[in-house]
């Protein structure tokens, strides 16, 4: 039996430390489109918020531009015990997480 909980990232914390580290470094969400190749800044502004999180390739990408490791950007976060995790279909390393619902769309 494993004594350890199981590791979680906080998107919310997680996010608002991406932030920081751009406005610490001095770049726009502007650049850092521009600098990821993105189309539109939506990616950058949903990891900022916590709506997602970045690719594992993002988040290297990220640490690289910050410089600083990734575990500087990535903030743990608390696996409750009535918590489950539902099995989930293979995704090719791929994380999949599901959005919050946001009735203003309607």
Same mark, same amino acid.
């Given at each position: ?37 993105? %189309? %539109? ?66």
């Amino acid at each position: 039996m494993f004594h350890q909980s199981f590791p979680v990232i906080d998107p919310i914390a997680t996010g608002r430390n991406i932030l920081n580290l751009r406005r610490e470094k001095g770049l726009s969400v502007k650049q850092l489109q521009s600098w990821f190749n993105f %189309e %539109e800044p939506r990616a950058i502004y949903k990891w900022q918020s916590g709506q997602s999180l970045p690719s594992l390739e993002h988040f290297y990408a990220l640490s690289v531009l910050f410089d600083v490791p990734m575990e500087k950007i990535i903030i743990r976060g608390h696996k409750k015990s009535s918590d489950s995790i539902e099995p989930q279909e293979e995704t090719c390393g791929s994380v999949l997480i599901a959005p919050s619902y946001d009735s203003s769309w309607q």
